[in-house]
């Protein structure tokens, strides 16, 4: 996959991660200069996953997201369309499965949250995501997304587009076991929406409280929301 676009080819997407699977958290780490470790520990504060609960962590890669969240005692599963991410965490001993995030094999209303760190915008229809994600959530349950963005300040904006993205993707390249695969991440981060259009569009699909907080000057963002005591689901335009 070359170019990043709002319609994505759910296999193209999975063979692309497939490929990039062996090396992913390193080359995740060397990307972004550790700061990888520092979103994970403020994503998991913002779950507050707690000892009893069920939490979903969807596009968990090889799950050290879902490990993170697991500590407190919550029972969290890992779920991927990526067969060889889920592979090379299987050793985490974590439960795990494959799952399209538009039709989960699960049934409604079983988790108390659903969090997406660094994969909601691989997924074809981000919308139609979010309410499927909706039905397996118990009312007045969480979501919390961890997720690329946009920096507030212009300044910094325009280093991060003009800079810092290629020296990601340069870094990504030579630490990863598909190089070509950082093309397609490093632009899908330049087309993704920024805060407050994310937070629309996690509206729009029926989340109310959607609120977020800005990490590293705005080039990650944290977006949590909860789904209502009662509602109808939205429907898709």
């Known amino acids: 996959m070359s170019r990043a676009s709002l319609d994505k080819d759910p296999r193209e997407v999975a063979a692309m991660f497939d490929g990039v699977a062996a090396g992913y958290d390193r080359a995740n780490s060397v990307m972004t200069f550790g700061f990888d470790r520092r979103w994970r520990t403020t994503t998991a504060g913002a779950l507050d996953a707690r000892e009893g609960e069920r939490v979903l962590d969807l596009a968990a890669g090889t799950g050290v997201s879902t490990e993170e969240y697991a500590r407190d005692g919550a029972w969290c599963v890992a779920a991927d369309f990526s067969l060889e991410m889920l592979r090379n965490g299987r050793d985490r001993g974590l439960p795990m499965i494959a799952a399209d995030a538009l039709r989960l094999p699960f049934a409604d209303e079983s988790f108390d949250a659903v969090t ?42 325009f280093v991060y587009r003009k ?59 944290i977006h949590r929301a909860r789904k209502p005591e009662s509602q109808q689901l939205p429907e898709l335009s």
Do not use: H
């Open 116 to 157: 997406i760190s660094f994969g909601l915008r691989n997924f074809v229809d981000t919308k139609a995501a979010l309410v499927e994600i909706m039905r397996v959530v118990k009312p007045g349950g969480r979501l919390v997304i961890c997720e690329v963005s946009t920096p507030t300040f212009a300044p910094i904006r």
């Open 163 to 221: 800079i810092v993205l290629r020296l990601l993707t340069w870094l990504g390249r030579r630490a990863a076991s598909n190089p070509e695969a950082y093309g397609y991440l490093a632009e899908s981060m330049l087309t993704w929406y920024d805060q407050r259009s994310l937070g629309e569009v996690i509206a729009s699909a029926g989340w109310t409280q959607v609120e977020w907080l800005n990490l590293t000057f705005g080039a990650v963002a």
